[in-house]
């Protein structure tokens, strides 16, 4: 375990479905990510919070939306989705987010949209 | 093609011999990291080289930066099975907080 620890490791949702992601971390840290890594393409960058406060969104479908209640859980609702949205969905967390530093991530949640 | 771009994609070697794998990228950067990935898990961060430094060491990382160029090369020295995965560089820019730009990664083959 790294200190992130991602729930569930594997999802499986129709398309009508309505589900949710879950990201925890107990290090302390102020900064969470959300990141999407597909097949044959780079990590894309959806979400970032710092210290509980949406300071980016990447242009990225309302059918994902994400909520940090704390600054130890990041969630990612997902709805409606299509099967282009299959993935392997990453958490992240660093200590500060104006600082540059490293990541911890979590071990991701497979998801696949039937 | 994007700000990360690693090269070689895929790379095969025999245990005990060096890897070296070169990351380029296209704007001022504050600092770059490299991370390794494990089929399918998340990803593990190896090593974080500031802007104003131009060689760091790990064990057996060895990582350059040349910011005249615009490129990283990750050496891994003694190479292991274990060592097996995806490598990816990320860039963090300058004035762009502590966003993460992550490249294609290379694949590497550590065989016996």
């Known amino acids: 375990e790294t200190g992130v620890t991602q729930t569930p490791r594997h999802l499986v949702m129709g398309m009508t479905n309505k589900k949710s992601l879950k990201c925890e971390q107990h290090l302390g840290h102020n900064a969470m990510y959300w990141y999407k890594q597909s097949a044959k393409k780079p990590l894309e960058l959806m979400f970032v919070?710092?210290?509980?406060?949406r300071v980016e969104n990447n242009s990225v479908p309302s059918r994902f939306s994400p909520e940090c209640p704390n600054s130890s859980h990041l969630f990612l609702h997902l709805h409606t989705l299509q099967p282009e949205d299959s993935a392997l969905y990453l958490c992240a967390s660093s200590q500060d987010w104006g600082q540059g530093e490293g990541y911890t991530f979590g071990s991701g949640t497979r998801l696949t949209v039937v | 093609s994007q700000q990360g771009e690693e090269d070689p994609q895929a790379l095969s070697i025999q245990e005990g011999e060096n890897a070296t794998m070169n990351c380029s990228y296209k704007t001022s950067i504050n600092n770059l990291q490299w991370y390794r990935q494990n089929s399918g898990r998340g990803l593990v961060h190896l090593i974080l080289?500031?802007?104003?430094?131009r060689e760091k060491h790990s064990g057996r990382l060895r990582v350059t930066l040349d910011t005249s160029k615009k490129s990283s090369s990750l050496l891994i020295t003694a190479s292991r099975a274990a060592d097996t995965a995806s490598y990816f560089c990320?860039?963090?820019?300058?004035?762009?907080?502590?966003?993460?730009?992550f490249g294609t990664g290379t694949q590497l083959k550590v065989e016996l």
């Open positions: 919070y710092s210290l509980e406060e």
């Open positions: 990320a860039t963090a820019l300058t004035g762009g907080g502590n966003k993460l730009t």
């Open positions: 080289i500031r802007s104003n430094e």
